[in-house]
């Protein structure tokens, strides 16, 4: 069982919008920022939101983050079919002293 | 152009050890903290350890505390994981993932390609 809970699985159609939510307590989110993760299977991870609501440069602007209490989420405006992969959520967690993962969400398109 | 290489992954049986390596290029090294992040097959990501630049600040998650040891070598541009008491749920790809900071965890802007270690009898 991860230490932040994110739905395993979501979908939409290309255009839409997806939001995937991922849920902590005081010692991870609710006190440190949220960064956000795309895992296209069989690729390495890449970096997609950081700091609860940043996008590196060449991220485009149809991802976007928040952050409110406890939980975070990501949504995807415009969906598009290169869309489709594995997201993550993670945060540093005071109380393990180290960072956590969210269990992943994949997204169909 | 940031280049991480890692190496070392191979089938190793329950209690043995094995040392991964990851060769850092294409950045200032010892201004970055560096981390590892593993991915049991099927499975999701799990953080391992990280270490800050200076190499002064190391920390563990739970599962593999007391176990394995991350060191760094600045002036090699390589990072170490050293893993003993290996057990059949350490199997999976390792990830070496370089931090945006000096200080562990601000975010892991740069990804190796993985290496696979395999823990079975």
């Known amino acids: 069982q991860s230490v932040l809970i994110q739905p395993p699985s979501a979908s939409g159609t290309p255009g839409q919008r997806v939001t995937i939510s991922c849920s902590g307590s005081s010692s991870n989110i609710g006190s440190n920022t949220v960064n956000w993760y795309q895992q296209v299977p069989g690729t390495a991870p890449k970096l997609l939101i950081y700091?609860?609501?940043q996008r590196p440069s060449g991220v485009p602007d149809r991802f976007s983050g928040s952050r409110s209490g406890t939980s975070a989420s990501l949504a995807i405006s415009g969906l598009q079919s290169e869309d489709e992969a594995d997201y993550y959520c993670a945060a540093w967690d005071d109380g393990q002293v180290g960072g956590v993962f969210g269990g992943g969400t994949k997204l169909t398109v | 152009e940031v280049q991480l290489l890692e190496s070392g992954g191979g089938l190793v049986p329950p209690g043995g050890s094995l040392r991964l390596s990851c060769a850092a290029s294409g950045f200032t090294f010892s201004g970055h903290a560096m981390s590892w992040v593993r991915q049991a097959p099927g499975k999701g990501l799990e953080w391992v350890s990280g270490?800050?630049?200076?190499?002064?600040?190391?920390y563990y998650a739970p599962s593999v505390k007391g176990r394995f040891t991350l060191s760094r070598d600045n002036s090699k541009n390589t990072l170490y994981l050293q893993m003993n008491s290996l057990r059949v749920d350490d199997t999976a790809v390792y990830y070496c993932a370089k931090d945006q900071a000096a200080a562990v965890w601000s975010n892991f802007d740069y990804w190796g390609q993985g290496t696979l270690v395999t823990v079975s009898s």
């Open positions: 270490i800050s630049g200076s190499g002064g600040a190391t």
């Open positions: 700091s609860n609501n």
